[in-house]
């Protein structure tokens, strides 16, 4: 398996999931594009746009950084084209920038529930959208194009919504664009695919959550490794998935995750939400 020469975007990878993700393709010599907002070092979370492309090119890669806010159209249709002015194309798309407010519905401000829809729905659809045509042309040139969605296993589960609709709503909005896309793109040979994590990962987004002890999470790698896997599947095969991370891995023969926990020798994580 070998991501080298691959051009791929990633929303939101300044910091995380979405810059592992980006290092595990950059240790193949992949191209990576990081379109975040994050210019200028933040006083609570680590890193920039500029900070992620230093590790991106120091890990083997070749890294891209723009400055990409994906609630506005127009920057998002600048980022691809500057993406594929720069690369030559676009080969895979990770659609990992999201917004989380856990609140129920009278704790749910109108303020929050747009940025909610704006980034996870919105920006999701809109991304690939704009992606697209480039993806169809790297399909066209067999280079085995994907677009990868962060977001849950879909679910009509009452105990799902309850606790934080808004919430609920906006990642499943996600998880829909990857029903829907994954069937109208299917003969064009580009795989859309979801992917969740089993237990809460040790993140920045996790950190502004009261009361989590990260000695119960595992680390954004296991997403990285599980994201590597569904990119180096063939496309036209691998498409309206929903992967959990250690379901994927396990189907690899992956089975001793110990090398995942912030804490090792953790038994008892803490589990995320969406799924049973």
């Known amino acids: 398996m070998s991501l080298k020469g691959k051009n791929i975007f990633i929303t939101g ?3 995380g999931i979405g810059l592992a993700i980006a290092l595990r393709a950059a240790r193949d ?3 990576v594009a990081i379109a975040a907002k994050t ?27 723009i400055q990409c806010d ?13 993406t594929v002015e720069t690369f030559g194309g676009i080969d895979i798309l990770i659609n990992n920038a999201s917004a989380i ?7 749910t401000p109108a303020k929050r529930f747009d940025l909610m829809f704006d980034v996870n729905v919105r920006g999701t659809f809109l991304t690939s959208q704009a992606a697209l045509p480039h993806l169809k042309k790297s399909a066209a040139q067999g280079r085995n194009p994907h677009i990868l969605t962060l977001s849950p296993p879909l679910s009509m589960k009452a105990k799902w919504f309850k606790p934080h609709l808004a919430y609920t709503m906006a990642k499943y909005g996600m998880s829909m664009c990857v029903l829907g896309m994954a069937e109208e793109f299917k003969r064009d040979g580009i795989g859309v695919n979801a992917l969740w994590p089993r237990t809460a990962i040790d993140t920045a987004a996790l950190a502004m959550i009261p009361g989590v002890d990260t000695d119960f999470c595992r680390t954004p790698e296991i997403l990285s490794d599980a994201t590597y896997i569904i990119l180096n599947r063939d496309a036209k095969e691998t498409t309206g998935n929903f992967f959990v991370d250690d379901e994927l891995l396990a189907s690899e023969g992956i089975t001793d995750l110990n ?10 994580f803490l589990l995320d939400f969406f799924l049973d």
């Open 259 to 268: 090398q995942y926990s912030v804490k090792p020798g953790t038994t008892d």
């Open 70 to 82: 994906i609630r506005d159209e127009n920057q998002i249709e600048a980022a691809i084209a500057k």
């Open 39 to 65: 210019t200028e070092p933040h006083p609570t979370l680590p890193g920039t746009i500029y900070t992620a492309v230093d590790e991106i090119n120091a890990a083997g890669g070749k890294g891209l950084a």
């Open 29 to 31: 010599g992949a191209n």
């Open 13 to 15: 990878g300044s910091r």
């Open 101 to 107: 407010n856990l609140t129920p519905t009278l704790q």
